[in-house]
Structures are given as structure tokens and as C-alpha cells.
């Protein structure tokens, strides 16, 4: 199937930058997964 990866606990991980500050109207990798070429066709899936 191709499938790789690893599990994403909290959903929360998607909106925080780097240093674990939390950025909602720029969440760093829902705005990377849409740009960058080779992310693109990937899905991230976190539980609530």
C-alpha cells in the first residue's frame, strides 16, 4: 500500500511552529503540505 509515516496524537501538532508556539491563522505544515511539490498528494490524518 505504500503507506508511511507516524501518528499524529493530537491535531493541535498541526497548527504549532517550531519553538511549540501555536499559529492559527498560518499553520506551518497544513501551509507546507499545500505548497511544497512532493507533499502535496500526501494526506496527514490526526486524531481530535
Given at each position: 500500500m505504500h503507506v508511511g509515516g507516524f501518528r499524529f496524537?493530537?491535531?493541535s501538532v498541526f497548527t504549532r511552529n517550531?519553538?511549540?508556539?501555536i499559529n492559527l491563522s498560518v499553520p506551518p505544515i497544513i501551509s507546507e503540505t499545500g505548497t511544497e511539490a512532493q507533499l502535496?498528494?500526501?494526506r496527514l490524518i490526526a486524531e481530535p
Open positions: 496524537y493530537l491535531a517550531s519553538d511549540g508556539s502535496t498528494n500526501n
